[in-house]
């Protein structure tokens, strides 16, 4: 009676923990325990059913998914939307399998959406939800990438399928997001916020795409018993079908190699496989479990394990104070790569592993991707939180988001939030320095190599660091500090914007720069009252430069970084500023010029100015397009400013011929 209490008690904080970590998965888009620690918890729950005869209620073993959220329209589904039975034994699928064919497709990563087509026009589109009712999210299912609005079948179809978002859409999203700690964490969580917008400009804009894997209703086709044959008509309609390959159990086995080795550079987030019967009466016959349908299996990679010795916790600082402890281990050979680091997440995750210094830990690739840390064998449990910042000596603490505890920096002056400064130095209009990301620039700070902008051309004293960073290796070090060196030779206006001074963009630098002729100590020296008679100059943009010059440590840190460049005079030809004193808008597309930029900068040098909006002082709006209602044609009719096309302008203005 006794053990049997215990097991209960057991199976109840089990499903406590995976009712949690569920919630915060589906629901929340954050991740609070691995996968791997998720499915070791779950596999425990199953065997202690078994071994009790008894469910709890709430058990994740018979509920499926998140909860609805409330913003959004909710629509109970015709017929439950069930999980898979799971395996990581390629044997076991061939056993499975039997003597029956099958139909063995990539398990995609992404939110699963059901269809649904009425008249050859698309109906409706729903969330899985909790599996019994979902998220009505038809607006934004019409701007997905690759769904057909309209079909050739006249008559109800309803069909299931994975919303995703490739690696290289997540990576080129992530890319224009310069908040570090705004970064969306993987493209499964990306392709969640996506899907469920209220507006569907956004999710129109995330480029995601939708692939079939499973048909559940089309009256009046004969599909011959045969899911394949269902897969084809899909193809036929002009949906995109989740790829698949049609085996027994002779090639099963091969069948799986196969995708193993694909899965490296496979574009979809895939965290699996899914083997389907064929034979669609076969598969019926089977039935169901509470949760499960037996017509199916899904395949996980068994994770390739192995033992190492924790060698450190590396706490690196970001911008926004946040500290995340790395894992830096001895290392181990992992999916055909050498690891020896993995993300330890937060605190409360750190804790849960209990781990020490010396410690022997279990580690493994997430999706055969990510390294993270599976077990801790000795649970030490004597590793220390740092009292202070690594990278400022600053105090630090514990606070804790949605129960999950983390670490900050309490210091407002640490060098590690300097990195918004960094990111626009090295940016294309102002020092220009290719290969580093926003990212590399926070492991740069938070390592401690760059506190002033002058150490960006030192960054050789950290070779051998830098060199072993993961992303970096011998060709891109070489390659950043040739982009390093290139950035010496810099004109002056796009160093003073390097400067990050308040208000002060290229174009007001180009102009305060050209009225100073080049002057810099004059420049420095200059009064608000100065600066604000120049044309374009206001007393805003005045009395921030003034400021900034008229701090010592500002000035300081000017004059090293002067030492480091070598300024590049901007060639002026007097005879030719022939727009001096002219005020210009450039909007919409070009023909002749690669950007707006390009352009802009021929105005310039010729001595005129480009505004961002349409005003009195407006010579003329230059826009291709003079028929649109966009806001500056609008503006330019009411002050009765010229709208040229980008011809005329060239023609009447540059004096080119065409």
Not at 479 to 487: P, Y
């Amino acid at each position: 009676m006794a053990e049997n209490n215990e097991k209960i008690h057991r199976m109840k904080e089990l499903v406590e923990k995976l009712r949690e970590a569920s919630r915060a998965y589906y629901a929340q888009d954050r991740e609070i325990m691995s996968n791997y620690e998720y499915d070791k918890l779950y596999d425990e729950l199953v065997e202690l059913e078994q071994e009790t005869g008894m469910i709890l209620t709430g058990s994740p073993t018979v509920s499926v998914g998140y909860e609805a959220v409330d913003e959004l329209p909710k629509e109970a589904h015709e017929s439950p939307m069930l999980s898979l039975g799971k395996t990581k034994e390629r044997e076991e699928l061939r056993d499975w399998l039997g003597d029956k064919d099958g139909l063995l497709s990539w398990k995609l990563d992404g939110l699963t959406i059901v269809l649904t087509y009425q008249n050859g026009e698309l109906l409706k589109a729903v969330t899985r939800g909790n599996g019994e009712v979902g998220e009505v999210i038809t607006n934004n299912a019409k701007v997905f990438r690759n769904i057909p609005l309209c079909i050739r079948y006249q008559g109800e179809l309803i069909l299931r399928g994975e919303a995703v978002i490739t690696y290289h859409d997540f990576e080129e999203i992530n890319s224009h997001i310069e908040d570090v700690d705004a970064k969306y964490k993987n493209p499964r969580n990306l392709c969640s916020g996506s899907v469920r917008q209220l507006n569907n400009q956004v999710t129109a804009e995330r480029n995601v795409r939708f692939y079939a894997f499973a048909l559940v209703k089309a009256d009046g086709i004969d599909f011959g018993n045969s899911r394949e044959k269902q897969f084809e008509f899909l193809q036929e309609q002009g949906f995109d079908v989740v790829p698949y390959l049609r085996v027994n159990a002779e090639n099963i086995v091969d069948a799986v190699a196969d995708y193993e080795t694909r899965i490296q550079t496979y574009e979809v987030p895939s965290d699996g496989l899914v083997l389907t019967y064929d034979d669609i009466a076969y598969g019926r016959s089977l039935g169901r479990t509470a949760k499960f349908p037996r017509d199916s299996i899904a395949f996980k990679w068994a994770d390739e394990m192995r033992e190492t010795t924790l060698k450190e916790m590396e706490w690196s600082a970001s911008r926004t104070g946040l500290i995340n402890p790395v894992a830096i281990f001895e290392p181990v050979e992992l999916e055909g790569t050498t690891v020896s680091r993995a993300s330890v997440h937060n605190i409360s995750i750190l804790k849960g592993l209990k781990l020490g210094i010396g410690d022997r830990i279990t580690v493994y690739k997430a999706n055969m991707i990510i390294p993270q840390i599976a077990e801790n064998l000795t649970g030490s449990d004597t590793l220390e939180i740092p009292e202070t910042c690594p990278v400022c000596g600053g105090k630090t603490e514990l606070r804790a988001v949605n129960e999950v505890q983390s670490l900050y920096c309490t210091n407002p002056d640490c060098d590690a939030k300097k990195i918004k400064s960094f990111t626009l130095f090295v940016s294309r209009d102002a020092m220009n320095i290719d290969g580093l990301s926003e990212a590399t620039l926070e492991k740069f700070i938070g390592k401690g190599f760059l506190h002033q902008y002058q150490d960006m051309f030192h960054l050789d004293r950290y070779r051998a660091e830098i060199v072993a960073m993961e992303g970096f290796g011998e060709r891109s070090y070489k390659k950043l500090m040739d982009g390093i060196e290139k950035a010496r030779d810099v004109e002056l206006p796009n160093l003073i914007y390097s400067l990050g001074i308040a208000n002060i963009g290229l174009a007001n630098a180009k102009v305060i720069c050209r009225y100073y002729k080049y002057d810099i100590d004059a420049m420095r020296h200059a009064t608000a009252e100065e600066l604000s008679e120049i044309d374009g100059i206001g007393e805003v943009i005045a009395r921030a430069f003034v400021d900034y010059f008229s701090d010592g440590k500002n000035n300081a840190a000017f004059d090293n970084l002067l030492q480091e460049v070598r300024i590049v005079r901007e060639e002026i030809d007097e005879a030719g500023q022939t727009l001096g004193g002219q005020t210009f808008v450039v909007t919409g597309s070009l023909n002749h010029f690669g950007s707006r930029n390009e352009l802009k900068d021929l105005i310039e040098k010729k001595g005129g100015k480009v505004a961002g909006s349409v005003s009195a002082k407006t010579v003329c709006l230059i826009n291709n397009d003079a028929t649109s209602n966009s806001s500056k044609n609008k503006k330019a009719k009411e002050l009765n400013v010229p709208i040229l096309t980008e011809e005329q302008f060239m023609t009447e203005y540059l004096g080119m011929e065409l």
